[in-house]
């Protein structure tokens, strides 16, 4: 027993599991300071696991149709009297709660349009949350200071909410979003927190962090403005957000691919309301966890190595011996296995491993041993010797 302790606990196997985090913390360092390398660190930054596990989930079986979350498409609609129009025609529907995704800047030269839209707005029954812009982000004091309004906010009692959507205004894949965001000395709550506020309060409790969007596979139901009275069931009893679908300028980039803001905002309102975000790991247990991986990778090939050092008389043997084959097919079980694991982890319990530093991690073993080994030779030529050359599991004589 004690034999088998001290090859599990020994030191050869923690030098190569450590070496692996540090050739990664050395590209890590050389891919974000260097200049040139500047496109390769960007799409490190831009990608995550959890796009791929998205991408399975949607392409594996037929998407199930929400029966909550009505999206009403507005797009060619630009008229201010029409869009009043769709308002009321939407509120004799006898909806859960409106959410209006359109920010109503200034009064226009249509005054009739201006009043037809204040008059629809005032006579809204339903709970109605409009959507507005945070601006002028003080980085020193970490808040906005400004922010973008509808016209009439001024004159009629109206509950607001920020579309501020988490891309750092690059473009970037959106994949978290904020419950709230600091606003001239107090906070403000993100649109799809406002609507589902009005269903659970607990939503006012969470915390000020970036959290992720579930995209599971989920169809909403799409209703153009034309056709509100001929699908009334879609709208009444329904939480009901109004915008556009594919107007150019609110498409954005997902792990699905391109979508509108109003999608982005059901899928995240959604997300709120079934309690089912994807929940992050915590980094120091993600490094934790990928160190317990890299150490069982290295006990596996090194085991499986000395196995066939004593049995290497057969051409086959001596062939796995001297060839890396060995590291790479246990390489490859040990990536499907977390693989494997991190998926089921993501689709069962919504929990979001960090795969990308755990497989860099395990890729990185093999060259760790590799490069442990030939240490070990180059100091047996002067240092035949010592404790530490002669102890090496890496020695192959």
């Known amino acids: 027993m004690n034999r088998i302790l001290r090859y599990i606990f020994h030191r050869d196997h923690l030098i190569v599991t450590l070496s692996a985090f540090m050739q990664l913390c050395l590209l890590g360092l050389i891919a974000f300071n260097l200049d040139f390398l500047n496109p390769v660190a960007d799409a490190l930054d831009n990608f995550s696991i959890t796009d791929v ?6 392409s594996g079986s037929e998407p199930e149709t929400n029966d909550l979350i009505t999206l009403v498409d507005m797009t060619d609609l630009y008229a201010r ?41 005032s006579g809204l029954v339903a709970p109605t949350i409009f959507a507005g812009k945070l601006t002028d982000y003080d980085s020193a004091d970490e808040v906005f200071k400004g922010s973008v ?16 959507l988490n891309d750092d205004m690059a473009g970037s894949c959106i994949r978290n979003f904020s419950i709230k965001l600091p606003y001239s000395g107090g ?7 406002k609507i589902a506020s009005l269903f659970d309060e607990s939503v ?12 599971k596979n989920t169809r909403f139901p ?3 403005y034309s056709d ?39 899928y995240t309102l959604l997300t709120l309301l079934e309690h089912k975000g994807i929940r ?90 590799d490069l442990y080994s030939s240490i070990i030779k180059a100091l047996s030529v002067k240092h035949r010797d010592s404790v530490f050359v002669c102890t090496s599991l890496m020695n192959d004589d």
């Open 149 to 164: 309004r509808s016209f009439f906010s001024e004159q009629i009692d109206i509950t607001e909410a920020y579309t501020n």
């Open 222 to 224: 799409v209703v153009s």
């Open 280 to 369: 992050d790991i915590p980094k120091w247990l993600t490094w934790l966890i990928a160190f317990f991986f890299c150490y069982l990778l290295e006990l596996s090939i090194d085991a499986l190595n000395r196995l066939i050092a004593k049995n290497n008389q057969s051409t086959l043997m001596v062939f796995l011996k001297e060839s890396n084959i060995v590291a790479i097919v246990m390489l490859f079980l040990w990536v499907a296995f977390v693989c494997w694991l991190m998926f089921l982890l993501f689709v069962k319990h919504s929990i979001n491993l960090s795969g990308g530093l755990i497989l860099g991690l395990l890729a990185l073993v093999c060259e760790g041993r």
């Open 187 to 193: 906070e403000m709550f993100s649109f799809p927190a």
């Open 53 to 58: 596990f998205f991408d399975i989930q949607h």
């Open 204 to 215: 006012r409790s969470l915390n000020n962090e970036e959290l992720l969007i579930n995209f």
């Open 228 to 266: 509100i009275r001929q699908k009334q069931d879609l709208i009444d009893g329904h939480i009901v957000l109004v915008g556009t679908m594919t107007e150019e300028q609110d498409m954005h980039n997902t792990p699905l691919g391109k979508m509108s803001g109003l999608e982005l905002q059901a």
């Open 81 to 121: 009297g029409d869009i009043a129009n769709l308002l009321e025609e939407i509120n004799l529907c006898d909806p859960l709660c409106i959410g209006v995704d359109l920010i109503f800047e200034g009064e226009k030269d249509d005054r009739l349009g201006n009043e037809l839209l204040e008059g629809a707005v």
